[in-house]
């Protein structure tokens, strides 16, 4: 005898084709959902997404949107991780004798990072004895970037050279920033240093000059005027 | 009539009259200072960084051993030279428009002639910045070397305004 398979059968069998032919991260948590033009960024089913998904832990996977492989989209599974780079100004004034050199750290956050950042610094590349720099300032992360202000200083018995300076970071989880740590170099010169062009003293020759010249000009004047 | 004859001229300074500026000069005098203190609202960083590149060729093709430091910093025998505005001669140049300016001749005569006389303070601010850094190495102190030389520079460039201009200093006597 033949069966009629019955109405909740139908539906289950048609239930079980759409998960069939469904991607199975369309199923997940979805954090950012953005068709994107084929070849574009998306190249292909199962590729990452570039570029990846910036500052979550999360990165994108291309799938195809429903049944259309023409449709690409960069779908990323669960809720993205709020995180955070840095970033270093070059350090002023590159040169330094005796004095300082100041960098200025910028935290960006990400996905909503909030909280506090710790710096460390080391300096490396330079011969001993090296200049020094003291750890940063904390810097607390409300809703927009923070700074901290990195210095490194040098005395009269610091060896000359070009050194770099690292700064690590870390925040209240100890996670370190997406960009990881970042690096400025500076040299150390006990050269004196010299200023070139023209200054008081080059002013001074000039009007000396030109004060001669001036009498010189009123003389020949006078003695053409008087024949 | 000789130098001897001049020198022994006399010279009587009651019969001097000293004419009357003319009305265009201090014109011409206030534009200088004007152009020059907007000159020095921009860094001109490129040019101080040609600049030291060109001093840092010139010492190097004379034997001198150099390296570039920053763009405007360079290392010549282990010493430091850092370009200044003042070194580049742009307020020299930029000072000298309101004197060269010739208000019979068209805008474009004037900024060709101009271009060409930029082109040659360039080259004398270059040649006297060499003159000065050899001098240095020969034992000259810095402030002899660099600046009395710089005077002189500066005069010399006056003397070839001076030369060129189209303007007069004194009114009609």
């Known amino acids: 005898m033949k069966q009629t398979p019955t109405r909740p059968a139908l539906a289950f069998l048609a239930l079980g084709a759409v998960f069939a032919v469904s991607s199975p991260t369309a199923l997940g948590q979805s954090c950012s959902f953005k068709p994107l033009e084929q070849g574009r960024v998306c190249t292909k089913p199962g ?8 500052g979550s832990g999360n990165v994108g996977t291309c799938t195809t949107e429903g049944m259309r492989a023409e449709a690409l989209s960069c779908e990323c599974q669960g809720s993205p991780t709020p995180s955070y780079n840095i970033t270093l100004s070059p350090l002023t004034p590159t040169y330094i004798d005796k004095d300082v050199a100041t960098s200025t750290i910028t935290v960006i956050p990400f996905n909503g ?6 710096f460390t610094c080391t300096v490396s590349g330079a011969a001993h004895p090296a200049p020094s720099c003291q750890n940063p300032a904390s810097a607390t992360v409300t809703n927009s970037a923070a700074t901290s202000l990195l210095t490194v200083s040098a005395s009269t018995s610091t060896a000359e050279g070009t050194f770099t300076v690292t700064v690590n970071a870390v925040d209240g989880h100890g996670r370190p920033p ?4 970042q690096s400025s170099t500076g040299s150390v010169s006990h050269v004196r240093w010299i200023l070139m062009g023209g200054g008081r003293i080059a002013f001074l020759t000039f009007v000396a000059l030109l004060a001669l010249w001036s009498v010189w000009l009123l003389w020949r ?4 005027a008087s024949g | 009539m000789s130098a001897q004859s001049l020198l022994h001229a006399k010279l009587d300074l009651a019969d001097i009259r000293l004419p009357r500026l003319s009305r265009e000069f201090p014109f ?3 534009l200088v200072a004007l152009f020059v203190l907007v000159t020095y609202q921009f860094p001109w960083h490129w040019l101080r960084f040609v600049t030291s590149a060109a001093i840092l060729r010139i010492s190097a093709s004379l034997g001198m051993t150099g390296a570039r430091v920053s763009f405007d910093t360079i290392r010549i025998q282990g010493q430091l030279f850092r370009v200044v505005i003042a070194c580049t001669f742009v307020d020299v140049v930029m000072g000298s428009i309101p004197l060269l300016w010739d208000v019979r001749k068209s805008l474009q005569r004037n900024a060709s002639r101009f271009l060409a006389v930029a082109v040659i303070f360039f080259g004398l601010n270059l040649v006297r910045l060499e003159i000065a850094q050899v001098l240095y190495f020969h034992g000259v102190p810095w402030t002899f070397a660099d600046e009395v030389l710089g005077g002189f520079a500066y005069f010399a460039v006056w ?3 001076w030369r060129q201009r189209t303007w007069r200093v004194l009114g009609e006597v």
């Open chain 1, 221 to 224: 004047h006078a003695r053409d």
């Open chain 2, 28 to 30: 011409r005098a206030s």
């Open chain 1, 178 to 181: 997406d960009n990881g740590a």
């Open chain 1, 47 to 54: 590729a990452r997404c570039s570029p990846p998904t910036v």
């Open chain 2, 159 to 161: 003397l070839f305004l």
């Open chain 1, 113 to 118: 990072f909030t909280g506090k950042v710790d």
